[in-house]
Every structure is written in C-alpha cells, then in structure tokens.
C-alpha cells in the first residue's frame, strides 16, 4: 500500500452509512464516494461491472467504465452489436457494481436501460482519441474473427480511408444509460459487521433500509 492509500485510509470517514449521516438522495452520496475513490490511489475508480442477460435470463458480466452520471442515470458506451447491446435490445435491464478494495466500499446498482441521444453519443465520441475511433469502426465487437492481423489491416485501410479528416460516430456505437431503480452501499466494517443502506425508488423519491452485513 503507497503512503497516498495509507494516509486516505486513516482519515477515511466510516460512519456515511449511519442513518444520522447518510443523504436522503443515494446520487448525493454516490457523488460524494466517487470523488473520494477518484482522489485515492485506485487504479481507475470508474471501472464497475456491468451484467446483462439474455432473453432466456442466462447472465454474462464484464468491466466496462462509467462516463457519467447523474439523474438521467449511470452512462457508459459501447457496441450496440456487442454481446451487452444484443442482450440489452431484448433484455433491457442491467447491474453495476463498483469495487473500491482499497476503501473497503462498493456501491451496487440496478435497473432499466435505455439508449443515450445520438447527439449526446456524438458528442462522447468526438472527445475519444482518434485510435479508440478507428478502432470503433474496424472491431466487430463480440463476433468470431479470423485472426488479430485481419483486424489491424481493417485499422489500417480504416486509417487511410479517413485521411487528415474527422471520425464519424458508426451507427452500431453509442452510449447506454442504467436509469437507477435500487442503489446499494456497503461499507467494510471491523468483524465483517459491515454497513449496507440500499436505496429503492418510491413515491417519486427514495426509501432508504439497513441491510444485515
């Protein structure tokens, strides 16, 4: 552990999830254990896993990144022709969790999914770098290939095609959103009496309870 970690460690607050601390509005929270996972010596804090399932509810799951949240819900982009945008297109439903070992957190969350505007995916995509682009284009995400050499010569003729010029967004690429129905926070606790609120929507807003560790 660096002396960054063990010094956040020390002066880590382990008391968010008493009921007399914790926020009526789980984003509020959320907010404030990203920017502290964010400021720790994480490797990437926004790194969370994403499970989906299939029409027949088999389950698969994967690390992808988030790129946003707030009350529209918890964006992240992708291949709509991936595994997870089939799987969304005839289950669209969706968990995420998010793992910060080193703060003894992780926040869990679930819900329904819908597709971002194209002009907001436009958007993401135009502050990518111009490989992560290319590499949009040329990778038929998920499918069988032949071999890594027939994707890098798809990159190369990609690379000459588009020149000096700008990227455009493909249509098979764009960002999701999981629009929060349940949230969960836990809190590692001496004696594994650990913490867990998790906040369910109700009424127009949230009901908070204590879960057993």
């Given amino acids: 552990m660096s002396d960054v970690t063990q010094g956040w460690t020390a002066r880590l607050n382990r008391t968010d999830l008493e009921e007399a601390n914790a926020p009526d509005d789980p984003l509020a929270?959320?907010?404030?254990?990203?920017?502290?996972?964010?400021?720790?010596?994480?490797?990437?804090?926004?790194?969370?896993?994403?499970?989906?399932?299939?029409?027949?509810?088999?389950?698969?799951?994967?690390?992808?990144?988030?790129?946003?949240?707030?009350?529209?819900?918890?964006?992240?982009?992708?291949?709509?022709?991936?595994?997870?945008?089939?799987?969304?297109?005839?289950?669209p439903f969706a968990a995420l969790a998010f793992w910060w070992d080193r703060l003894e957190r992780q926040v869990r969350v679930r819900g329904p999914v819908r597709r971002l505007p194209a002009t907001v995916?436009?958007?993401?995509?135009?502050?990518?770098?111009?490989?992560?682009?290319?590499?949009?284009?040329?990778?038929?995400?998920?499918?069988?290939?032949?071999?890594?050499?027939?994707?890098?010569?798809t990159v190369a003729e990609l690379t000459e095609r588009f020149g000096d010029g700008p990227v455009p967004r493909p249509a098979h690429w764009g960002g999701y959103a999981v629009v929060p129905e349940e949230i969960e926070f836990w809190q590692g606790r001496e004696n594994r009496l650990h913490d867990r609120l998790r906040y369910t929507r109700a009424d127009g807003g949230w009901r908070r309870e204590r879960l057993a560790p």
């Fill in 121 to 153: 995916s436009d958007e993401y995509f135009g502050t990518r770098p111009r490989g992560s682009q290319i590499g949009a284009h040329a990778s038929p995400q998920s499918r069988p290939i032949e071999g890594r050499a027939r994707l890098e010569d």
């Fill in 29 to 91: 929270l959320f907010e404030r254990w990203f920017a502290e996972a964010r400021e720790a010596d994480l490797v990437d804090a926004s790194a969370m896993t994403l499970a989906t399932a299939d029409a027949e509810g088999l389950p698969s799951a994967r690390i992808v990144l988030l790129k946003g949240y707030g009350a529209d819900g918890f964006r992240f982009y992708t291949n709509y022709e991936s595994r997870k945008g089939r799987e969304l297109e005839s289950n």
